[in-house]
């Protein structure tokens, strides 16, 4: 049986397997088609008693949606449905526009309704392209040389039949746009669009609205691009609806910096993992961390750093950076400044618009134990302390320490095999790395401890400045508020217990 343009100018109804089939030849391009469930239209029809082939304008309303080509051939189904074919195959600039409004644009398609499976395919130079919204309207966009479906089938009172697309599978130069601004690229995605029937299949995040992208094999790694941010990754996963991210090994850069306005300002970083939740703007890179900040300098963590980011016009910039567990902080200034590295293994809070950096030690009682302590160090002394903060200015695009407060058990003393040993206790220590000033001081009732031995110097007091000229390094040591220069049998015997080198014959004053 044939029909052609010329010839179907009206309805035809036919009875296929006691069905009622519907086939609207098409009068004119703007003509809509009928939204039964089961109707057809198109400008060339040929029916064999097996095959129903469709050439023209083809237009399907099926319980999936509604399919658009230029070509379909349609196979038949056991009776008792209300559509009498199981098997779609669509050629030629096919369109589907589902029943959730999500809309798959391809070359070819083969869609098989028995086995609830689909494959779309698209030409040589082009992709398949899947178009969604998300529950909270985020667009999404997925492009893939091939794409298969999972499907599920269900049917309503009226016993019509509803299909569901389950699950997506883009294969080989898949691409998603998200949110405008996010786009990642990978060798595999699996978007789960329902609740999985099965279990999990390993590998995949099986809950709703997950998409879990893979490279291809052999080293490769999946790419997400973010306004100039680029982190490449072994595995990506994305939860749509909440609009969160989890990388797997991730290794990038941030054009976000701690000092936005530098022209130069990046962050680059590599994890074993990493949590983007966009909606709170920060990141949680975990275990592993390496962190280098072009204003700041290089970070390293063992358990979790947090970044929480702001936007200040069109600049990106980290409002805070806080860290748990061991971390390490090396600072290498500009100009004649010397390095310094600050340590600590509790946590660590980075706060921007405070210019200050908190380092705490973790407590065991209510004690800090002596090896968590908070460590700092440069090129010729280094000190320990239950806790400390670091201050800083913005000089030259860069965040330069200019104020060290170390408080808690302060232990001070000199390093390097060239340096002449010192030693020193303290309730607080301030230090302005600049000017190369150091003040120690004691709580009420206490007393600063201070030992040099190339000088044989020992000072008690309450307070001890030390100052050091930058043009010929020469120190002042003072001592303020009831100064001694000798120690109790007492405290030499805590000075040996903490300082080793410490020589109790080298104090003649005691």
């Known amino acids: 049986m044939s029909f052609t343009q010329n010839t179907v100018c009206r309805m035809w109804t036919f009875w296929i397997f006691s069905f009622l089939f519907v086939l609207q030849g098409v009068q004119a391009a703007d ?31 099926h319980g999936l949606g509604k399919m658009n080509a230029e070509e379909a051939v349609l196979q038949k189904q056991e009776t008792g449905r209300e559509f009498p074919f199981s098997f779609i195959h669509l050629e030629k600039g096919v369109s589907l526009q589902l029943k959730d409004n999500a ?19 698209a030409q040589e130079e082009e992709r398949v392209v899947y178009t969604d919204l998300t529950g909270k309207g985020t667009p999404v966009k997925l492009f893939g040389k091939e794409v298969d479906l999972e499907m599920s089938h269900s049917e309503g ?22 949110d405008t601004d996010f786009i990642l690229e990978a060798h595999l995605a699996h978007y789960r669009k329902s609740p999985a029937p ?20 052999g080293g490769d790694r999946c790419h997400l691009h973010h306004l100039g941010d680029l982190i490449d990754s072994t595995k990506a996963e994305i939860d749509l609806l909440q609009r969160r991210f989890t990388l797997y090994h991730p290794i990038g850069h941030l054009v976000s910096s701690l000092v936005p306005h530098s022209a130069n300002s990046a962050m680059r970083f590599h994890a074993d993992t990493l949590f983007w939740d966009e909606p709170k703007k920060s990141l949680t890179l975990n275990k592993n961390i390496h962190v280098q900040d072009s204003a700041l300098g290089t970070i390293t963590a063992e358990e979790e750093l947090k970044l929480v980011q702001e936007k200040r016009g069109e600049k990106s910039f980290i409002k805070t950076l806080a860290t748990k567990g061991k971390t390490r902080l090396d600072y290498l200034p500009a100009g004649d400044l010397t390095p310094q590295l600050l340590m600590c293994h509790g946590s660590m809070r980075l706060d921007r618009n405070k210019l200050q950096a908190l380092f705490l030690s973790p407590e065991i009682h209510g004690v800090v134990p002596e090896d968590r302590q908070v460590y700092y160090q440069e090129s010729r002394l280094a000190a ?87 043009s010929n390094e020469k120190e002042s040591i003072k001592g303020v508020g009831n100064v001694k220069f000798s120690f109790t049998s ?20 005691e």
């Open 103 to 121: 809309e798959l644009l391809c070359d070819k398609a083969d869609l098989d309704f028995q086995t609830l499976k689909g494959s779309l395919f």
């Open 157 to 178: 009172e009226d016993k019509k039949s509803s299909y569901h697309i389950e699950a997506i599978w883009a294969k080989q130069a898949v691409t998603l746009h998200y």
């Open 384 to 470: 320990l302390a239950d806790k400390g903060t670091l201050d800083f200015a913005v000089l030259e695009s860069q965040l330069t320490p200019v104020s060290l407060t170390l408080m808690g058990n302060v232990r001070l003393f000199a390093l390097g095999k060239e340096t002449p040993n010192r030693c020193s206790l303290a309730d607080r220590l301030v230090y302005a790395p600049t000017t190369r000033t150091l003040i120690l001081s004691s709580n009420p009732g206490k007393r600063v401890l201070f030992w040099d031995e190339a000088q044989a110097l020992c000072i008690s007091a309450q307070e001890i400045h030390i100052t050091q000229d930058p």
């Open 490 to 509: 007492e405290e030499s015997a805590l000075l040996h217990q903490l300082f080793p080198f410490y020589k109790k014959e080298d104090s003649p004053h």
């Open 198 to 217: 099965h279990a999990q299949q390993q590998g995949f995040a099986d809950f709703p609205g997950t998409i879990t992208a893979l490279p291809q094999e």
């Open 31 to 61: 003509e809509t088609p009928s939204s039964a469930a089961g109707s057809v239209s198109s400008t060339h029809a040929e029916y064999d008693g097996n095959a129903l082939l469709l050439k023209g304008h083809v237009i399907l309303n």
